[in-house]
């Protein structure tokens, strides 16, 4: 699917793209593999270059944020700072690309990595071996994803059952506000009450929760996007009640969501995909405010449903009767007050 750009000098930090090698991973999974590991085959290695080229494809990506992924764990560290080793490649990504060597692309002015916060008090050296890998990284993502039906996220991803409510994960919690760090938030629709209370408890906390708090459309809940709108519709608004929480606008197009169901990339239009994800971003506008709210590409998982420049056409679809101050705000000064990424704006 080939558009015109829209907006094309609209200023954009891309704040939630991965970089990753997943090669060596591909054939262990067990067939049928899940859909979600079927997206993935086409992009298993994805990097600087692939990056710089979805990036650099007609929208003005003017700096971007990675996100923890689970890539290039180094083991010589040990099981618990072995992380590092991903924060320390993104690391060397940004240095790359702001050589000025390889085209006009600046990746990865943030870094967002992982350490795992069921350590309690002993997540604290590993945070802060985070902190000293890189002066790009600014938080982690600790994942809580999790659904009884197991077939809804498949083998990789699923984490214990409220974990932001386990007592060692809130120890550990406790540390990143001491080191002025982020914390991403990845749960299912029927968690975000568990971000709820996690955000309540920790009030100071800067706290981002990923992919509109990923409505469901697959396995068993396939068809029941609209069956559940209103009740994620309602935990929307109160999760938004909580100042100390913003949202990522995007992720809609993941097969987990379903939006659209003929992934991947079927050469759905940016119209089309407009009018889906509609109702999920103009809610998140209205309950979150334009400045607690940051589009994102959430690259290359969203590649099941769009194109990067289909993607990022849509969401200006979506927006264009916004201001120019409000578009400002959505498309890159909230990510870049979030995560702190300087010298990108006026």
Known sequence: MTEAILEPDLPIIDPHHHLWDLRPLIEVFPQPRHAFIETLVDAAYYTFDALQADTQSGHNVIGTCFMECGAFYNPVYGEDKKVVGEVEFVDGVAAQGASGLYGNGRPCHAIIGHADLTLGDEARPVLE????????????????????DPAVLGAPFHAPAELYRDTKFREGFSHLGKLGLTFDAWVLEPQIGDVIDLAKAFPDQPIMLDHCGTPLNIASYRGTLHEHFDRWRKAIHQLAECDNVSVKLGGLAMAFCGMPEDGPAKGVGSERLAAMWRPYIETCIDAFGTDRGLFESNYPVDRWGASYPVLWNAFKRITQHHSADDKAALYAGNAARFYRIENLLP
């Open 129 to 148: 071996a985070l902190i000293a890998a890189s002066g790009r990284f600014k938080g982690i993502r600790h994942q809580g994803a999790w659904d009884a």
